[in-house]
């Protein structure tokens, strides 16, 4: 049974203004109703101005997913009533879009894969309703009008994906792309919203709605194939349908029927004049991108194919390794793409958290030996909890000072140095291991190691203890 899936990407291109008016888009952390004006509140009489720098987001969008820009796009009038709609029709693009048949490549799930894309087009944000009320049903519903007229565009690919990995895989590529164009911000809440839409080769689709983070698309998506080929296995049919994600319970739920294109009697606005800009295109200059760099890392730093996808994949992260990499560029590969990602997510932090200051000076601590692998990554946990509680941290110096978890010297003339003794008490406490080591079952030197490491508490460096072991092992052969 095989999987056929589509998505439509809203994403919200990161202007100073509007779409069509002066309002400031920086609506966040301001109270509900307050980036307004006659334009983006649709009175009568206001006129809509175009906003030349979306188009030009667009334009990049459009360049960098290799879409044809068309000779002439038409805005149109899609017509529908919603409170968070306050004109009643959402200014967007129909039979006209800005640009089509594009793609983008990515890593799908039997390699490198190009995914189609059908068109690109743009359109404006409607309000925002917040809910407000009891425990499972809103008892009332406040809106606000922040985001109206907020410059959009959406992306529709052809029904290319195979998998809700692979759907999970298009976004993040998609993301890279749009933040190393510089026209999006995946940090900013709400926006991106994906619909997907998903079928069972030989069915009828279904429509899932508005899926607003980046994991949520995979969960709708896993969910509403197993819930399909359920049905399909049990000799049901699936119903063509839009079905709502809700993101708590992780299940899909069907919602009402979807209107009908017909219903939204599009028509072209008459306030706005046709968009002529085929011409731009070509004087439109492109960042590198996630590809480029990828190849870029392998080659200037050295990293392995895994270690540039992951450290490309996302430009923040992108940015944070090149100021870290410094001397030692696989050394601070693997510390980043291996050791922080992980901590990171699991705090749920951001790399945007870190200092890379910070980071550089406990990489400096790690490749001078001052702490041992292991120390450091308990120096980095404690760092990190300190960031996240309070956005600062002391340095990786003190940090290592105050917790004892600097390295301990080795090879002192007497052979009285921390390490050296230890590693006597655990010979003279394990004479079984000793005896197994010497009877040629090499393993046992494992365990002796374990014993010093423990009673060094990590802070001997692994090479030392091995060295140190075995020249003690060899005086008494
Ligand atoms: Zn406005
Ligand atoms: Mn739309």
């Known amino acids: 049974m095989n999987v056929i899936v589509g998505l439509e990407i809203h994403c919200q291109l990161d202007t100073k203004t509007k779409l069509f008016c002066g309002c400031s888009t920086d609506y966040r952390t301001d109270g509900p109703n307050t980036h307004v004006c006659p334009v983006c509140l649709g009175l009568p009489g206001s006129l809509p101005v175009l906003n030349r720098k979306a188009v030009e987001y667009a334009l990049r969008v459009a360049k960098a ?27 967007t693009q129909y039979d006209k879009p800005l640009a089509v048949s594009g793609y983008l490549d990515i890593e799908g799930d039997e390699g490198e894969k190009r995914v189609r894309i059908t068109r690109v087009h743009m359109e404006e944000d409607p309000g925002r309703l917040v809910h407000k009320g009891g425990a499972d049903r809103p008892r009332y519903s406040l809106v606000d009008y922040n985001r109206a007229g907020i410059p959009l565009i959406e992306i529709v690919t052809e029904p290319d994906l195979r998998s809700p990995r692979e759907a999970r895989r298009f976004l993040n590529k998609l993301r890279a792309t749009l933040e190393y164009l510089g026209v999006f911000d995946s940090e900013k809440e709400g926006s991106l919203r994906v619909d997907a839409n998903i079928s069972i080769e030989g069915s009828e689709r279904v429509e899932i709605k508005n899926i607003t983070s980046y994991k949520g698309v995979e969960k709708a998506l896993t969910f509403e194939v197993t819930r399909q080929k359920n049905a399909l296995r049990r000799g049901q049919k699936i119903v063509r349908e839009t079905r709502h994600f809700v993101e708590a319970r992780g ?31 070509d004087g439109i200059v492109l960042p590198e991108l996630p590809d480029a760099r990828r190849q870029r890392f392998m080659d200037q730093y050295g990293l392995s194919l895994i270690h540039a996808r992951t450290l490309t994949g996302d430009l923040r992260l992108a940015e944070f390794y090149e100021k870290v990499a410094g001397t030692d560029p696989a050394l601070a590969a693997t510390w980043v793409a291996d050791t922080l990602l992980g901590e990171l997510n699991y705090r749920d932090m951001s790399i945007s958290s870190v200092p890379p200051d910070v980071f550089s000076g406990l990489l400096s601590l790690v490749r001078a030996r001052v702490i041992t692998d292991r120390n450091g990554v308990d120096v980095l946990r404690v760092l990190l909890d300190e960031l996240k509680e309070k956005g600062t941290c002391e340095s990786p110096e003190a940090c290592a000072e105050r917790l004892g978890l600097r390295a301990l010297p080795a090879d002192s003339a007497g052979g009285d140095d921390p390490v050296t003794k230890a590693a006597r008490e655990a010979l003279a406490e394990n004479p079984r291991a000793v ?43």
């Not at 030392?464 to 003690?472: G, I, K, M």
């Open 251 to 281: 299940v899909t739920t069907s919602a009402r029927s979807k209107e009908m294109e017909q219903d939204y009697r599009y028509f072209p606005e008459p306030d706005l004049c046709p968009l002529r800009v085929a011409d731009w295109v």
């Open 435 to 477: 005896e197994d080591y010497r009877n040629g079952r090499k393993e046992a030197l494992n365990f002796l190691v374990g014993q010093v490491m423990r009673k060094t508490r990590g802070c001997a460096k692994p090479a030392d203890v091995n060295r140190v072991l075995a020249s003690l092992l060899g005086e008494g052969a």
């Open 65 to 91: 997913l290799h879409c044809t820009v068309p000779e002439e796009s038409v805005f149109s009038r899609k017509n529908y009533f919603y409170p968070d709609l306050n004109k009643g029709f959402q200014i």
